[in-house]
Antibody
Framework: EVQLVQSGAEVKKPGESLKISCKGS????????IGWVRQMPGKGLEWMGI????????RYSPSFQGQVTISADKSISTAYLQWSSLKASDTAMYYC????????????WGQGTLVTVSS | EIVLTQSPGTLSLSPGERATLSCRAS???????LAWYQQKPGQAPRLLIY???SRATGIPDRFSGSGSGTDFTLTISRLEPEDFAVYYC?????????FGQGTKLEIK
């Protein structure tokens, strides 16, 4: 079965670091882009950035550039989203999505990872 | 950056009625790279329409998309109970791949 499975919910304190994951299975992981989307509580979708695991080509939204790091380990078919110092405003649901090409929408989505940042 | 504005913010209709959702872009969307997603509470978004008017696999034909340039429309011809959800448009032709703010389709 073709799917993206994300890591579980996290509860962190401000200032802590975090890395969440998105594991692809059932397809050639290096042949498709993986994007990340944020959804703050009760709010809409925000596009964060995208990575091509084949060569690690990465693009960020200006809103998230410098705030997060997107990476991938093709040896284990996993993409990552990480923070070096979390803020309360990072509290949100984070989704990964597979894109079938450089200019294609997100067809296959992960189930989401809820990140809660609270002191 | 392309800003997408969806209207209305909330649409109240009854099952069986026709729904028309709008998405307007601040500048022309390249090659009609415009998608529509449906999101229900507690679920990930689901792709409905891509390329402005092509239905994704498995999407019922009561969903249709149209438009080009800066004005796009999602139409649901006859609403079913399971169609009440939030709908987002997204342009994916230029970076960053922006989303609209969403239209909530609620039961009247």
């Amino acid at each position: 079965e073709v799917q993206l499975v994300q890591s579980g919910a996290e509860v962190k304190k401000p200032g802590e670091s975090l890395k969440i994951s998105c594991k692809g299975s059932g397809y050639s992981f290096t042949s498709y882009w993986i994007g990340w989307v944020r959804q703050m509580p009760g709010k809409g979708l925000e596009w964060m950035g995208i990575i091509y695991p084949g060569d690690s080509d990465t693009r960020y939204s200006p809103s998230f550039q410098g705030q997060v790091t997107i990476s991938a380990d093709k040896s284990i078919s996993t993409a990552y989203l990480q923070w070096s110092s979390l803020k309360a405003s990072d509290t949100a649901m984070y989704y990964c999505a597979r894109h079938d090409g450089g200019n294609s929408p997100g067809l296959l989505w992960g189930q989401g990872t809820l990140v809660t940042v609270s002191s | 950056e392309i800003v997408l504005t969806q209207s209305p913010g909330t649409l109240s209709l009854s099952p069986g009625e026709r729904a028309t959702l709008s998405c307007r872009a601040s500048q022309s969307v390249s090659s009609s790279y415009l998608a529509w997603y449906q999101q229900k509470p507690g679920q990930a978004p689901r792709l409905l329409i891509y390329g402005a008017s092509s239905r994704a696999t498995g999407i019922p034909d009561r969903f249709s998309g149209s438009g080009s340039g800066t004005d796009f429309t999602l139409t649901i011809s006859r609403l079913e109970p399971e169609d009440f959800a939030v709908y987002y448009c997204q342009q994916y032709g230029s970076s960053p791949r922006s989303f609209g703010q969403g239209t909530k389709l609620e039961i009247k």
